[in-house]
């Protein structure tokens, strides 16, 4: 009575084309829930980095712990969902959780609440870290304790004539994952490079993370409407568990009877026979197998992980401009998503046809072999795009050094004498490059005229110079400008006092032969406006790329009229960045490739080759692989000495290789096996050993109960 009961409730649920009403609201929850979950982490590692201020090994570090984090939890959310609360209520709690660690982190980005004197820091930065990882802890919890619920809850929702619809559900349930992804990443970095705040502007980062926060509100809101029309099962026990308990009873028997006196076993599973049915052992033999397997593939994902660390910081040093529109550092992870959908159905409807035509047996694991090959490959092109981008940056002094260069004020050229070198300046120029110097008291000759000047160590200086000699002493900055912006300062040879402003941005009244503070300004056109205090002004209009720096002379022949930045002189401390970030393309091509041929390939393989009652003891042990490639990545990042980006992606590619080799000859003696045809060689054999195990139980219950009774009667007779 009760099943008939349980089906008249099932086919009484709302449908539409054959599909439950119910998966929709599951699939508007994976959709915001992904939107949210990719939308946070694409801006993150620069929030590590420009918001915290951490650098970019340690940013890497925070960045891949968190991911492994959200790859171990699953575990735990597969645990609780099936042994305890059952997957609609893990689903509602840990999402609660989830939200609160979105709104956490959003509010952790606010550098108001602490920035008491309004200058645009943050004054007590000890409390937005401690927020923003209290943030990612509550979200790795909320996001990887979902992670093995909401697919298989949606599936749950279908009965058994509903195959057809329930493999379609996958598919929409994927796409809108995808589509989560790639909307997310596309927009969130362009909030995040936004400026807002209460007193001063920053990039938006509250803002970055709150639209996340806002989205994961709407999945949970989403969810628990559909609460009438969702079929829930109740906990039937984890099989995992089972699982690890089996494991350890046979290791704990096998140990236990280590003699010479104690007869070997087949297998070290068999030592579990005395307390689990052979079925059970026969599936976790097959379990073992493909596990076994796995042990190489964590350095798949140390690889393929790096997309959101180093290629985005990568990304940071390059030029975005794409003509119609600009790209930002961190929206290049939307390469990833959008060749998947294209490559998937090339890979299944072309590439893989054409193997087979070709009579080439490219088995599973073979797949797996390339795709790990393709990655490394990526990271190849990493490094060598790497080697590119180094030449065109600026080198700085170490830390015995100072670099010199001369801005002569003056129309006509002036002669330079410095430590036995000899040059000329232009008039309204620099002398070009900056002079590296091993000390730090110069001898300077100007025209003629000697001085001394006393530079700073791991410092670049520009000195004004006129025909009288050296003027002033300008303190230049010693890093490339960040997020794409640009350094600009003003050096004032008018006669009077001038007032530079560009937007709200203002240096203050600059007076005659003396150097501004620098100005971060964006990329594009950007247009100053330099005034006196007569209200005269002019437009002085300069086109910026990505993390340039200027020195901007106001010569002595400038006037205010219609042609008044005709003189106006810009010299370059520090090139733009010269590389256009489009050849980030071939890396991302490469490993989105390797991902195609890898994940699917062995998400295909571990489901093909697990017991029908292990999925998900597999889809774990899948999971956990992530999880340690992170790790992989946070220990190479702080335990790592090369001195080069490029170094460290070619150490990354070269171990990948040396795995692959490693998982080719363990896949060249796997022996592919038909779960299925051993579980039902097994399921006949079960009446039989149950048999055998009650005989055997009933004789071990009469020795103990004689025993007993002899014991008594011991006991009688003291």
């Not at 943050?122 to 937005?128: Q, S, V």
């Not at 807002?196 to 999945?219: D, E, H, T, W």
Request: one cysteine or more.
């Amino acid at each position: 009575m009760a099943d008939k009961e349980g089906k008249n409730a099932r086919k009484q649920r709302p449908s539409c084309l054959g599909y439950p009403v119910s998966i929709f609201f599951i699939v508007v929850n994976e959709f915001c829930e992904r939107f949210s979950y990719y939308g946070m982490k694409a801006v993150l590692v620069l929030y590590f980095k420009y918001f915290i201020g951490w650098d970019n090994d340690f940013s890497t570090t925070i960045y891949h712990t968190f991911v492994a984090l959200c790859y171990l939890t699953p575990i735990m959310g597969a645990i609780i969902a099936d042994s305890w609360l059952g997957k609609f209520k893990t689903i509602v709690y840990l999402s609660v959780v989830y939200t609160v660690g979105q709104v956490i982190m959003a509010v952790s980005s606010i550098h108001d609440i602490t920035d008491s004197n309004k200058d645009g820091v943050p004054d007590n930065m000890t409390l937005h870290i401690a927020l923003s990882m209290l943030g990612l802890i509550l979200i790795a919890l909320g996001t990887g304790g979902i992670k093995p619920c909401v697919a298989a809850f949606g599936g749950d929702q279908f009965e058994d004539h509903q195959e057809k619809q329930r493999s379609t559900f996958f598919s929409i349930f994927y796409l809108s994952i995808n589509a989560g992804s790639l909307l997310s990443t596309l927009i969130t970095p362009i909030l995040r490079s936004q400026e807002c705040g209460i007193y001063s502007k920053r990039s938006c980062f509250p803002l970055a993370f709150g639209v996340p926060a806002a989205l994961m509100v709407v999945a949970l809101i989403v969810f628990i409407a559909g609460h009438s029309m969702y079929i829930m099962e109740s906990p039937k026990g984890n099989i995992l568990l089972k699982v690890m308990k089996c494991i350890g009873f046979a290791l704990n028997n096998r140990f236990n009877h280590r003699g010479k006196q104690y007869p070997k076993r087949e297998h070290w599973m068999d030592w579990a026979e005395e307390k689990y049915d052979k079925l059970l052992i026969a599936q976790v033999k097959m379990v073992l197998k493909v596990l076994f397997l796995y042990i190489p593939l964590p350095m798949f994902w140390a690889l393929f992980d790096q997309q959101g660390s180093r290629w985005t910081l990568q990304a940071t040093t390059m030029d975005g401009n794409f003509g119609a529109f600009i790209i930002q550092p961190d929206q290049m992870q939307i390469v990833n998503p959008v060749l998947i959908v294209i490559m998937v159905p090339i890979m299944d409807s072309a590439v893989y046809p054409l193997i087979k035509m070709c009579r080439i047996n490219f088995t599973p694991l073979r797949r797996m072999t390339v795709g790990m090959l393709l990655a490394a490959l990526a990271f190849v092109a990493a490094a060598l795009l790497q080697i590119q981008i180094d030449k065109t940056m600026p080198k700085f002094p170490s830390s015995s050094q100072t670099q010199v260069k001369f801005l002569n004020l003056e129309n006509t050229s002036l002669p330079v004498l410095v430590e036995g070198q000899e040059f000329v300046v232009p008039g309204f120029n620099a002398s070009g490059d900056y002079m590296t110097l091993d000390t730090t008291d110069v001898t300077v000759s100007v025209g003629g005229r000697n001085g001394t000047g006393n530079f700073l160590k791991e410092m670049r200086h520009t000195v004004l110079i006129n025909a009288g000699g050296m003027i002033q002493t300008l303190n230049d900055t010693t890093e490339k400008p960040s997020q794409g912006l640009n350094a600009i300062r003003f050096v004032n040879g008018f006669r009077t006092q001038l007032n530079i402003t560009i937007k709200s941005d203002e240096l203050g009244f600059l007076s005659p032969l003396e150097g501004s503070s620098y100005l971060m300004v964006p990329h594009d056109k950007a247009n100053f406006t330099i005034g006196n205090e007569d209200g005269q002004n002019c437009s002085y209009i300069m086109q910026l790329g990505f993390g340039s720096s200027y020195t901007v002379l106001i010569p002595s022949t400038f006037r205010f009229g219609q042609n008044c930045a005709d003189t106006i002189k810009a010299v370059q401390d520090i090139e733009p960045n010269g590389v256009h970030m489009a050849w980030q393309i071939i890396q991302y091509f490469l490993m989105t490739c390797g991902e195609v041929v890898f994940s699917v390939t062995g998400l295909d393989f571990s489901y093909a080759q697990a017991p029908s009652n292990m999925k998900s003891v597999l889809q774990a042990g899948w999971l956990l692989t992530v999880a340690v490639g992170n790790i992989i990545v946070l220990i190479v990042a702080e335990a790592g000495s090369l001195p080069d980006q490029w170094a460290e992606y070619l150490l990354f590619a070269s171990l990948l290789v040396a795995v692959s080799i490693v998982f080719a000859i363990m896949a060249y003696f796997y022996t592919y096996t038909d779960p299925a045809e051993i579980e039902s060689k097994f399921m006949e054999l079960e009446p039989e050993d149950k048999k055998k195990k009650d005989l055997e139980m009933m004789t071990k219950d009469n020795v103990a109960y004689v025993q007993s009774e002899n014991t008594d009667v011991k006991q009688t007779k003291i």
